[in-house]
């Protein structure tokens, strides 16, 4: 079993950036691709960025497009998420996970495809 670690989260104004980092510590998930989900309070979880196993290809919801980026660096077992002109709106606790499926080409961006996850990383932007 894959444990992930998210790390990079806090308290920032609206405008500001922020990177946030999802580890596996032990562990290699190399093999996996990997997604950033977010849920706010009173909201469903949403699919933020997903990343295939090589970093080839990418996903990003429309919301954060042009502004976030989603990037690996598999030497280091680390997925990144690099958050810049937030918004009050993007504040939400932010969650790593692993696809369960090995290698593959494309990107999945429903959770339920997702069978390895972080405890989550609060993200808040304020006004």
């Known amino acids: 079993q894959v444990q992930l670690v998210e790390s990079g989260g806090g308290l920032v104004q609206a405008g500001d950036s922020l990177r946030l980092s999802c580890a596996a510590p032990?562990?290699?998930?190399?093999?996996?691709?990997v997604g950033w989900f977010r849920q706010a309070p009173g909201k469903e979880r949403e699919t933020v960025a997903v990343?295939?196993?090589?970093?080839?290809?990418?996903y990003l919801v429309e919301s954060v497009k042009g502004r976030f980026t989603i990037s690996r660096d598999n030497t280091m077992n680390t997925v990144y998420l690099q958050m810049n002109s937030l918004k009050p709106e993007d504040t939400a606790v932010y969650y790593c996970?692993?696809?369960?499926?090995?290698?593959?080409?494309?990107?999945?961006?429903?959770?339920?495809?997702?069978?390895?996850w972080g405890q989550g990383t609060q993200v808040t932007v304020s006004s």
């Open positions: 990343i295939t196993w090589s970093g080839e290809t990418t």
């Open positions: 032990g562990r290699t998930f190399n093999r996996y691709a």
């Open positions: 996970a692993a696809d369960s499926w090995e290698y593959r080409a494309t990107p999945r961006t429903d959770g339920m495809f997702y069978n390895y």
